[in-house]
């Protein structure tokens, strides 16, 4: 190390408390062992972040976002409307939850008996109504359609502060092979700071696991191949310090070390789980895919994503697009079946079903249940999130419309007071009217929970300086 990097070494360590200065100075070793030659620019601004991190309270170590894709009706679940007119109101009725004064539908009964848990909020809204775009909006916390190519949320945190979780990645997709997976990016950032995706077509059929993650050639094998690549890539190394050889270097490193460790494979393994917590979360895909989530997260994964659909498999629908993009029949208690020419369905279950409300009441019920009685909540923020509602109007096919104007979303743990509501909509719930929130507020929300002060700004191109969200605000009622 040159004496000028040593300096800056000790000028950062200097304001850091004894943990801090040990964990940024494990990361150093590593990286510098990596075969990076000395310290790039981008990390020494990256220690810079994790210095100045100790001025917000961090109340979460990690993030689990359940993203149910589609566009969730927020009046069939979390905003019931019973004075919709009679053609247009949900056949769904409001019910009572764990804390007064707060009513769901009844699709989510299992999950208003944790409301004291959750804190709603009512009043999320923004202009897109396009699903890849919308999907985009809410993984990043900033506007797809700037300009600027932002990287998600989960690539943004595990730059800034990293993971405790060494034989893991710190921001993993569970599956990762939806429809709108592909929306998923590092953006600006280092190709190491890029998702890990798990795949998967069904979690709970016998024997999943992630692919390649068992070592085919034994553990002793494995490592003397290891050492051989690190032999062989040296040289090239000291000539090529570029982002894609990074991105490589780190692929290779995160695979030997998932490959290798025990820890890792019993994170993925479901045989652990016993029978009680298999029907906590429902045995099927989802409940599986909130389970690993779970799993996960306890395993010290910093930033965790369920992006998850049922599997065409073992249902009978015209189509088989599950997900929530119900613009016909969406009451019907079987399959929508599907009229492309009337209003472009792709076919689906309807919303009260067991593959779409039904196992999403219950995997999400449990999830809350089971993160609780594990004393995984204090620390894990949890966030039940969609990328727009639907319009409060039927249309002509029994469905609903896209509606980005107003949509829910719920979070849990991590010092939130549960058993509230923020915000609301109008008695159609076709508006915000109260306390309106962005995604990028709810970003914000997420960055200020994990310590993450984003006064200051993010690196890009040409180390060019950006704002973390555009002008975002944490929700007050949240933080």
Known sequence: MSGKAR?????????????QRRWCRREWVRRTSLGVLGLSMADLLLLEKRASAGTLPRQAKNVLVILEQGGLSHMDTFDPKPDLPVEDRSPYKPIRTSVDGIEFTELLAKTARQAHHLAVVRSMHHAISDHPMGTAYMLRGNNPVSPMRYPDLGSVVSEVIGSECSYLPPYIMIPGNSEQAYNTTNGFMSATRSVFKTGGDDLSAPGWTVQGLTPTVGLERTGRR??????MESGFVETANNDFVQAARSAYEQAFNAVTSPEARAAFDFSRETD?????????HRGFCYLLGRKLI???VRFVTVDVRWPKSGVKVDGGNLNW???DNIYTDGSCGRDRVLCGGEGRYGIGTWPMMGSTDHALAGLIADMHDRGLLKETLVCFVTEFGRSPKMNRCHGRDHWPQAFSIALAGAGIRGGQVIGATDKIGGEVTEKPHTPQDYAETIYYKLGIPTGRTLRGPGDTPIDFTEGGSPIPELI
């Open 276 to 284: 009680r917590t298999r029907d906590l979360y429902g045995r099927g």
């Open 325 to 327: 993009d119900h613009h």
């Open 226 to 231: 290891r050492e051989l690549l690190g032999r």
């Open 298 to 300: 306890e395993a010290g």
């Open 7 to 19: 300096q800056q070494e000790v000028a950062i360590l200097d304001v850091l408390t004894p943990n």
